[in-house]
């Protein structure tokens, strides 16, 4: 049974790295007037509250999102995410409203596009699929986002952006999100693909890294924010995403994102961040 739920860390600097970055792609790939396909493999439930007892409990958007929607004078694709954030909560009643990546896609996608969500969880599948009931873009499906994305590749657009955003809850995640990843590619090399990847222990990450270098996918960003220096037992330091096939101008982009936050949102001395070519062309 799954027990993770993204209230209790919406809008934390993971988020904040991941909605950025996936604001970027999209409107980039936008740039084209032709349809694409969205396919989230770990959905959520689509929306939050960070004023909600669970967010309150971890302190985690307070050191997120809430610091940045206090913030001055950052880098374009930063601002342009947080305007996003600020216009949704520039409603009644939704001052404290945190988008999922599914709202902050469908925001940014227009009446051609599609959008295919994922999500597992028997609680957080219902009020996704609430959420979306009008939208006829959006097709919500309660079951495995691994299964979902291969079963739905190559899309027919043959454009597409492909979020894989598991909580890493079942720790053959770490394994099962490369051969996903690479399955996934070999039915549709042209996808960008987005995999999400939390730094609670360093090895599994450099063993992700590995793993994709010998994968023989081309072409693979790295970007990855660390808040505090990593330990055992120091819970999750860093976050950061694979990018398969990223725009052109991404890594130009998110640099300076990332040294930003890396000083605004720093839990420590030790604060970094990567943005480096994984895997070359
Ligand atoms: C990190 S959260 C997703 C957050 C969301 N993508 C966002 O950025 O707003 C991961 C979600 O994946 C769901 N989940 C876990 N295993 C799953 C699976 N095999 N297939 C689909 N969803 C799964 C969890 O219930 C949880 O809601």
């Known amino acids: 049974m799954l027990s993770y739920k993204h209230g209790f860390h919406a809008g934390n600097y993971a988020d904040v790295v991941k909605h950025a970055v996936l604001g970027e792609c999209l409107r980039y790939m936008k740039q084209k007037p032709k349809p694409l396909v969205y396919i989230d493999t770990h959905a959520g439930c689509g929306g939050y509250r960070l004023r909600s007892d669970e967010a309150r409990k971890t302190g985690e958007a307070e050191k997120g999102i809430l610091k940045l929607l206090r913030a001055e004078a950052m880098p374009p694709v930063l601002s342009t995410y947080v305007a996003q954030v600020q216009a949704l909560q520039n409603r009644p009643g939704a001052e404290d409203y945190y988008p999922g990546s599914p709202k902050l896609a469908a925001d940014l996608l227009g009446p051609e596009d599609r959008l295919l ?145 890396s000083g605004c949102l720093a839990e420590s001395a030790a604060a970094g961040f990567t943005c480096r070519e994984l895997v070359g062309e």
């Open 117 to 261: 969500l994922f999500e597992a969880h028997s609680a957080e599948a219902p009020r996704l699929r609430q959420r979306f009931a009008r939208d006829a873009r959006v097709r919500v499906a309660q079951s495995d986002g691994f299964a979902g994305l291969l079963a739905n590749l190559p899309p027919p657009e043959r454009r597409g952006v492909i979020l894989i955003d598991p909580s890493y809850e079942v720790k053959s995640d770490y394994s099962t999100v490369i051969s996903s990843l690479q399955k996934a590619h070999r039915r549709f090399a042209q996808g960008v693909f987005l995999l999400w990847y939390p730094v609670v222990e360093r090895r599994r990450i450099k063993a992700m890294e590995a793993a994709l270098q010998g994968s023989g996918i081309r072409r693979i960003l790295q970007l990855e924010l660390a808040v505090r220096p990593d330990g055992i037992k120091a819970g999750m330091t860093a976050a950061g995403l694979f990018v398969v096939n990223p725009p052109y101008t991404l890594r130009e982009s998110m640099e300076p994102v990332l040294a930003y936050l």
